[in-house]
């Protein structure tokens, strides 16, 4: 009933675990997946160790949305790799988010995760706190690096897009044309916090992304344009917590959905999301979650306002 | 606003505990309002030093009037810079986080607190709140010399038949020549074996000296808890810094304490942690 096929990666759940949750050890994974996750996405992995920005830079703003900069702080991919070779020791479908400072260098991480293992690539071209965002501005740059990659890996490839951009839609279709497998949306949105009392940004980077609940309808509006011009599945992702989100991100015209934030309450939540859309499709006599995709898009909305 | 959320505030008394150490102590009733919530004996913030960093410590009191402190030890740049803070600082604090150390409801239980210099911080919290609610207790609190040794003049004050404390120090210049484990094992020696059966050990102190006391405990199957420090980023669940293998236990949620059947499990225990790149590393 919860089974998706993503290009060709076959998830139980349409849960998975969206990049930079708990994607450090082999073992938080496996307790995400044991949760009920379809998949996981691992922290986004370079090519050297990298410490990230100083603390704070994890920060709650209101309850269930957040801030953060960790400027992509990661063991590097030699490390990372005997994370991923335990992963698959436990038949995990592991998705590797991956960064560099150019093309050949997203190529050579991508290449060792899946030598590792790997059971589908996520590009990160989108962190809006980190030099990378400016592939994920630009389509020719996206085009350009999906192309590349596409041409050596032979696993899945998914584009994480930045919402930060004035059309994200033409970036998303920079991407398929280039020959991605997926889409995901959304990254986090570029937001700062400044203390009153001291009255300097919180943050040790100054700004960061946004996460968490504020974000969701955002992203649901994002998934919606997207599904009206991508042929390739969208992962939805911003601010989901609940059943509901997750069927709302399916009519919107999601393929699976991401989930990140909302683990802070535990990773029993995704066992309770799973239960809690069996049960709305059951109520709803539908046999698959697959039948949800884009249902919100057969409704005329109103184009031009009415003026008396 | 939640737990989780950073509160400013005004830092209102600093006391010097020995070479090095000092307590600051901080209001957060005013500031939480009605979202204020009592913490435990065992929980911990995420101090915030504003430009510097922001870095987990153990709660070392709490009083009735919402009054918290925490004890702090100069051996880093943060752990420096809150050194050098001065009454009237401005400090961010989130908390409290974390669980807490469960507290036998069954009074004929022995109670030990087993701290290691910094260590001792949450320790005495957890024996002021024994002590508030009558419940004995014997503290084995030891250091490297005498000028490491924290709270004994508190302790003096707060002088109560309710606390029993031994003190040891590897040089021998205060209390007992060795280390806590050795003055736990005379203390097991003092007693037949039929007396250890209730026994309950509460520790936090660096992690080789609570492995040892682990597998003391293991031995004499004394219910044991441990409370344990990893690098974090959020201390909220999410960055994944301060997990477990091969459990996947997170120190800031699950943890900090753990007890003896879950600590049995964890490879890591005594061993490794991450740095802040997220790469496993050898202890120490």
Redesign the interface.
């Known amino acids: 009933m919860l089974e998706v096929n993503l290009s060709g990666l076959k998830l139980q759940s349409p849960i998975i675990l969206a990049s930079g949750i708990l994607g450090v050890s082999y073992s938080s994974m496996k307790r995400v997946i044991d949760a009920g996750a379809g998949a996981v996405t691992s922290k986004s992995i370079g090519p050297r160790p990298r410490k990230g920005y100083k603390n704070p830079s994890i920060i709650e703003i209101y309850p269930g949305t957040f801030i953060n900069s960790v400027g992509l702080g990661n063991p590097g991919i030699k490390e990372f790799i005997l994370e991923i070779k335990e992963i698959k020791t436990h038949n995990i479908p592991l998705i590797v988010s991956v960064f560099g400072n150019s093309n050949e260098e997203y190529l050579s991480v991508a290449i060792e995760a899946e030598k590792a293992g790997a059971d589908a690539i996520e590009i990160n071209i989108s962190c809006p706190h980190a030099e990378v965002s400016s592939i994920g501005i630009d389509k020719d740059l996206t085009y350009d690096i999906v192309k590349f990659l596409k041409k050596t890996l032979s696993i899945p490839l998914f584009v994480k897009l930045n919402p930060n951009v004035t059309d994200i839609v033409e970036i998303a279709l920079a991407a398929e044309n280039g020959g991605a497998d997926g889409v995901v949306a959304i990254n986090t949105l570029a937001a700062m916090k400044i203390d009153v009392y001291t009255k300097r940004p919180i943050l040790s980077h100054g700004s960061g992304g946004l996460s968490g609940k504020s974000i969701k309808p955002i992203a649901i509006k994002k998934v919606y344009d997207l599904f009206k011009i991508l042929k390739i599945p969208i992962i939805g992702c911003g601010g989901i917590d609940s059943w509901q989100d997750v069927v709302e991100f399916f009519l919107a015209g999601a393929s699976a959905i991401q989930i990140g934030t909302a683990l802070y309450n535990g990773t029993e939540i995704i066992t309770e999301i799973n239960y809690g859309i069996t049960q709305y499709l059951k109520n709803n006599k539908y046999n698959s979650i697959n039948e949800l995709k884009g249902l919100a898009h057969q409704f005329k909305t109103q184009e031009v306002p009415d003026f008396d | 606003?939640?737990e989780?959320?950073?509160m400013?505030v005004v830092i209102q008394e600093i006391i010097d505990e020995c070479k090095n150490v000092k307590t600051i102590v901080f209001n957060m009733k005013t500031s939480k309002g009605n979202n204020y919530i009592t913490p435990k004996p065992g929980q911990f913030v995420?101090v915030?030093l504003?430009?510097i960093?922001?870095?987990p410590m153990s709660i070392s009191n709490c009083d009735n009037n919402g009054n918290w402190s925490i004890t702090v030890k100069n051996v880093g740049d943060c752990t420096k810079a809150m050194y050098n803070l001065n009454i009237g600082d401005?400090i961010?604090v989130r908390g409290p986080l974390g669980n807490r150390f469960e507290i036998p409801n069954d009074k004929s239980k022995k109670i030990f607190l087993i701290g290691g210099g910094i260590g001792m911080a949450p320790l005495k919290f957890l024996s002021t709140y024994l002590t508030e609610r009558n419940i004995k207790h014997i503290i084995i609190e030891g250091a490297k010399i005498h000028d490491d040794l924290i709270f004994i003049e508190y302790f003096k004050e707060s002088k109560t038949n309710y606390r029993e404390i031994f003190y040891c120090t590897d040089d021998g210049s205060y209390g007992t020549k060795g280390i806590t484990c050795d003055v736990f094992i005379e203390n097991i020696n003092q007693f037949y074996e039929k007396e250890l059966s209730n026994w309950v050990i509460y520790s936090c102190g660096p992690e080789k000296m609570l492995y040892k006391l682990f597998q003391i405990c293991q031995d004499y199957n004394f219910e044991f808890y441990a409370s344990l420090e990893r690098i974090m980023?959020?201390g909220?669940?999410?960055?994944?810094?301060c997990?477990?293998?091969?459990?996947?236990?997170?120190v800031c949620?699950d943890g900090p304490i753990f007890n003896s059947e879950t600590l049995k499990k964890i490879q890591d225990f005594g061993k490794y942690q991450?740095d802040?790149?997220?790469?496993?590393i050898s202890l120490e």
């Open positions: 606003m939640t989780n959320t950073i400013t995420m915030w504003p430009g960093d922001e870095i401005y961010g980023r959020c909220c669940g999410l960055c994944g810094l997990a477990l293998d091969p459990l996947g236990l997170l949620k991450r802040f790149t997220g790469k496993k």
